[in-house]
């Protein structure tokens, strides 16, 4: 009788990787450009279709995403429907009622101020959303933090959002939902979770400064005040 084989599969071998593209100064200041002029877009948007070719591009750009264990938890569900955004509209306008009874009295006039979504003005509209069932049970690099793909999805977020900004193309955030609202109208199963709600389109105009920080209801922080070294001060470390 055979005796069963103990050995360990042996993995396969590496690929060698290639030189690294060495980017000239102006594709890097690109980069930068795209990052620093990037705005949440709320009311900028120009009624003009996004040209499919663009789209594409921006999309793709999203699906080059990083994500753990190559994962790629996420769709982008694309809505034009006028009935299906005007429902989303209508789950947006209830839980910002909500928001507003969140705040102090002294910030309730500023927030109902605030334009805080484009889903009607947008042309287009995008769902973000993350398979949290994508590649099993058991993902490489996410056997301890099981949020990884939640945050890998962010990621794609992101590409998206400065792959539209090089296309002259403006984002909005919405994040003033509840999910069961929108997993409802837009038909999600259970184990989809909704990681954004993106408003698209063309924009002639963007501020020069975060709007938010324009109108005084936040200030941008000073980057060495973020910035540790090492481990968080203890001072306040228990606070």
Request: net charge negative.
């Amino acid at each position: 009788m055979p005796t069963p084989s103990t050995s360990v599969p042996q993995p396969a071998s590496a690929p060698a990787p290639s030189p690294a593209r060495v980017f000239s100064e102006a594709e890097r200041q690109a980069v930068y450009d795209a990052i620093f002029h990037r705005r949440d877009v709320r009311n900028e948007f120009k009624p003009d279709a996004v040209e499919p070719e663009a789209l594409e591009r921006v999309l793709r750009a999203a699906h080059a995403a990083p994500s753990v264990g190559l994962s790629q938890p996420w769709n982008f569900i694309l809505i034009r429907d006028e009935t299906r955004r005007s429902e989303i509209e209508q789950a947006f306008s209830r839980a910002n009622a909500e928001a507003l009874e969140m705040f102090p009295d002294h910030r309730r006039a500023d927030y109902a101020a605030l334009k805080l979504q484009g889903i009607r003005k947008a042309p287009l509209n995008i769902c973000v959303t993350c398979d949290r069932s994508r590649g099993g049970e058991v993902v490489l690099g996410r056997t301890h933090n099981r949020d990884m793909d939640l945050y890998s999805t962010v990621c794609a977020v992101q590409n998206l959002w400065l792959a539209a900004r090089a296309e002259g193309i403006g984002v909005g955030w919405v994040s003033i939902f509840h999910e069961s609202d929108l997993k409802r109208i837009l038909n999600l199963p259970e184990h989809v979770s909704v990681v954004a709600y993106l408003c698209v389109g063309y924009v002639d105009e963007l501020y020069d400064r975060p709007e938010l920080a324009l109108r005084r209801w936040a200030e941008v922080a000073d980057l060495r005040e973020v910035v540790l070294e090492e481990t968080w001060p203890e001072a306040t470390a228990d606070l």
